[in-house]
């Protein structure tokens, strides 16, 4: 008599890291200190703008809390963003175009305080949502952005 051994199920097994930790993180909503840094970083590329000294950097850095802030409010997280998101949108690009003539990066008041608000309520939507959701929208913004949507404005 043969003696014949069923096949085993080949499955991953995570060592380096917890499992139930893991989910439990992702489940969880973002860290404060984690959104704090973001908002310094945030805020620190508003207030280089506003003094004069901005770079192309800061002002990519204001765009992306644009981009995500509206694909957040356009999914229901905070929809009452979307108007300052528009005005927003306006003044740096109306700021992209007065960098192609003078080679530096400045917003008018109600651009400073367009993306004022703006922040602020990045900062609300993210911590009303889980880190999971948090990441998904990130991806999701950006791969709108990669597939040139019909909202997406192109600056040259």
Not at 12 to 21: C, G, R, T
Not at 67 to 89: D, Y
Request: hydrophobic letters at 35%; one cysteine or more; proline letters at 2%.
């Amino acid at each position: 008599m043969v003696e014949t051994m069923r096949k085993r199920t080949k499955r991953k097994h995570w060592n380096l890291i917890d499992p139930i930790q893991h989910a439990i993180v992702g489940a969880s909503i973002t860290h404060r200190e984690k959104l704090d840094k973001l908002r310094m970083m945030e805020y620190s590329a508003l207030e280089a703008i506003t003094k004069g000294r901005g770079t192309i950097h800061d002002w990519r850095t204001l765009v992306d809390v644009l981009n995500l802030s509206e694909t957040m409010g356009r999914a229901g997280v905070g929809p009452e963003v979307l108007p300052i998101c528009e005005k927003a949108q306006a003044s740096l690009h109306k700021a992209s175009g007065y960098y192609q003539t003078t080679m530096r990066v400045i917003l008018d008041a109600e651009g400073i305080q367009a993306c004022r608000d703006l922040i602020e309520f990045a900062d609300l939507q993210q911590s009303s949502i889980s880190r999971s959701e948090f990441e998904r929208y990130i991806q999701k913004t950006k791969d709108y952005i990669k597939s040139r949507g019909d909202k997406v404005v192109e600056i040259e």
